[in-house]
């Protein structure tokens, strides 16, 4: 599977965060003498499955050096989904006014990502899905990382985390863009999730009776395309630089 991929990189850290990690932008923490926006796409180039790299960010991105191996840099707009929707107009013109088959969006706060771990999520991603996702459950994670703080969702067949690649058709994703909106300005809320999940879907989470297919099948239905989590992925994909202590461990990994 070729590939394309869009790389957002507007992730801003602050106060004493931002002090201690010296950058405000996550994209340009350095780990090992890289930015974790030029692992991103050293990553990427050594899969041979991507065709164009699409790096959306602010200026302090779009002027760093770790950007240049993209296609293209483009200036971010005011919202995540905003971003993602440029990169992918700018993937249609590009493509001679058609949509690719698949891009891969990546986020740019991975410290350990591996072109191995990319490769093996995208083999794993079935043909004919609108949107997949890696999800991995705590003892697959914690095999790989002794981080005891990751965050996880309690169901009834596990402890979850997703990753943060996912593999979409794009021509469906942009079908679909007002849900995707709603989805994400609600997604930091719990009254907003409430909302759009459904009283009894909530009730079924809170009683832990819920399972990873019942999540795809309401994801489904908010966001009007078929989606699949996808098992067995690298917990590279998994740990991301969210929060202080996310960067305390990268940083020790990384000595």
Known sequence: MIVDAILPAGGRISGPFAHEANAEIKALIQLGGWTVLERALASLGATGRVRRTVVIGPEEVLSHPAARSADVALAEGNSGPANIFRGLEWLYVANERRYPERVLILTTDLPFLTPDAINGFLDAC???????????NREEFEARFSYRSARYVPLRDGEWMIGCAFLVDPAALV????????VFAARRSRVGMARI?????????????LTVGHIEQRCQEMLGCTGQGIRGCAPELALDIDYPEDYRYAVRCSA
């Open 126 to 136: 079935p043909a004919g899905v609108n949107l997949c996702i890696p999800i991995l």
């Open 175 to 182: 079908r679909n863009r007002s849900a995707v909106e709603r």
């Open 197 to 209: 999940l459904g009283p009894a879907f909530v009730l079924r989470f809170l009683a832990r009776r």
